[in-house]
């Protein structure tokens, strides 16, 4: 099992440019996560799936777009990049509402925008 | 607002010391609260505590839970380097689609 994975690792972008963090989950999980870690501020939620077909807004969603493609995988698109946009991004995956599980990270995209 | 608070932000230490870590938590309809490890990569899982656990421990580290005061530690005994880095508190409310609340973390830098 693989577990969480996100590609790329490592990105840098220009201001106004757009791009799309990959993230899939090989343990059927139903719900997935995206985050953004900046430095002294832990994690914050950026959108959320709840389930396949749903997707839901978390604390700091602006600039962000989210696909839950299929169960597996869940994106995160942004549309026109700006520098407050640099940060660590984490995609996470658990069993979803209701059942007391974990939520499992990926490795992490390390994004710049310059 | 819901809200989650760790203390200290940093800490020294040397190997064989005692440490503990703390989280505050201001959430409605608690659920969960959880602590994570992250050594410069993904935040691995150390434990989960409920209404229906409120002590768990493994090996050197333990945590506990308090519902009354809003609160909850995590001790490590015996630090060894591989003990260093950032130790994460979140909380799970009930009824928001299973999101974590995460504190800003605890950097921990274990000295030989």
């Known amino acids: 099992n693989a577990g969480v994975t996100q590609t790329p690792k490592f990105q840098v972008l220009k201001t106004g440019q757009s791009m799309t963090l990959q993230c899939a989950q090989d343990?059927?999980?139903?719900?997935m996560y995206w985050y953004r870690q900046d430095p002294g501020m832990g994690l914050r939620l950026i959108y959320y799936s709840a389930s396949e077909g749903t997707t839901d807004k978390g604390e700091v969603p602006n600039g962000y777009n989210v696909s839950r493609l299929n169960k597996r995988e869940f994106s995160l698109r942004l549309e026109s990049a700006a520098p407050s946009q640099t940060s660590v991004y984490f995609c996470?995956?658990?069993w979803g509402t209701g059942l007391l599980y974990e939520q499992y990270f990926g490795p992490g995209t390390r994004l710049t925008v310059t | 607002e819901d809200k989650v608070v760790q203390s200290p932000l940093s800490l020294v230490v040397h190997e064989g010391d005692t440490v503990t870590l703390n989280c505050s938590y201001e959430v409605t309809n608690f659920r969960s609260l959880l602590w994570y490890k992250q050594e410069k990569k993904a935040p691995t899982f150390l434990f989960m505590l409920t209404s229906s656990g409120i002590e768990k421990k493994s090996g050197r580290l333990s945590s506990i839970l308090d519902k009354k005061e809003l609160f909850s530690i995590l001790n490590i005994t015996a630090t060894q380097t591989g003990d260093s880095a950032v130790y994460l508190c979140?909380?799970?409310?009930?009824?928001?689609?299973?999101?974590?609340?995460f504190g800003q973390g605890t950097e921990l830098s274990v000295k030989p």
């Open positions: 996470a995956s658990d």
């Open positions: 343990m059927n999980h139903n719900s």
């Open positions: 979140a909380v799970c409310p009930y009824n928001q689609g299973g999101k974590l609340i």
